[in-house]
């Protein structure tokens, strides 16, 4: 079974500053989906970033992109000049390929609330 | 974008009593949704997958006959906690899935369930 793991709990960032959120993954499968989802205080869930594990390029989308290691199963979430408005839970999500018999259900880690610093 | 709404937001309820929590996609057609439940300041528990015109599935230790699931169209699938207890009470977020080549899964706002 997959599983993704998160190990920071929780992060502080100082406004303006870059933080780095970490995320590994397990899997057998060869194609799959890796994703980054913010849930701000509204509790509503909301796609930062997706990758392709196709893909070699990391994925980028404005002040967020990600590191991803296929070999290492990693998958680290960089916010640059971070703004207060990214104070938030974050998770890091996979979701296999319908290839390997998956329903396109995602598997989330546990989480990394962030906190963003004036 | 895709939207996903869900109702009620927010409800309260006596032990015994039977809510329906809605789910539906605004904008687009869902052949697939899906539902979870997180509890405060943990991450989402896939409690079931709802697929249109067919039955549900269940992740494990879920009961199906706790939390029915009815997919009756493209656009709504509804959770239905009978004889909801204490215990039940969580926070219920809804998904849809975007057929495409992400087959992207776009979010509800959730809903609250307190019992008394």
């Known amino acids: 079974a997959q599983t993704v793991t998160q190990s920071q709990p929780e992060m502080s960032v100082q406004e303006a500053e870059t933080v780095t959120l970490s995320c590994t993954y397990d899997?057998?499968?060869?194609?799959?989906?890796l994703f980054w989802y913010k849930q701000p205080p509204s509790r509503q869930m909301i796609l930062v970033i997706r990758?392709?594990?196709?893909k070699q390029q990391n994925a980028t989308e404005n002040r967020f992109s990600v590191n991803f290691q296929k070999a290492a199963k990693s998958f680290s979430l960089k916010i640059s000049d971070s703004q207060l408005g990214d104070a938030a839970m974050y998770f890091c999500?996979?979701?296999?390929?319908w290839g390997g018999g998956s329903q396109g259900n995602l598997i989330f880690g546990k989480g990394t609330k962030l906190s963003v610093k004036p | 974008g895709a939207v996903v709404s869900q109702h009620p937001s927010r409800v309260i309820c006596k032990s015994g009593t039977s809510v329906k929590i809605e789910c539906r996609s605004l904008?687009?057609?869902?052949?697939?949704m899906f539902w979870y439940r997180q509890f405060p300041k943990k991450s989402l528990m896939l409690m079931a997958t709802?697929?249109?015109?067919?039955?549900?599935?269940?992740e494990q230790g879920v009961e199906k006959d706790k939390f029915l699931i009815n997919h009756a169209s493209l656009t709504l699938s509804t959770l239905t906690v009978t004889s909801a207890h204490p215990e039940d009470s969580s926070f219920y977020i809804c998904?849809?899935?975007?057929?495409?080549?992400?087959?992207?899964?776009?979010f509800g706002p959730g809903t609250r369930l307190t019992v008394l």
């Open positions: 990758q392709e594990a196709y």
């Open positions: 998904s849809a899935n975007l057929a495409g080549l992400y087959n992207e899964q776009f």
């Open positions: 904008d687009f057609q869902a052949t697939t």
């Open positions: 999500a996979y979701k296999g390929g």
């Open positions: 709802s697929n249109e015109g067919s039955k549900a599935t269940y």
């Open positions: 899997t057998s499968e060869s194609d799959y989906y």
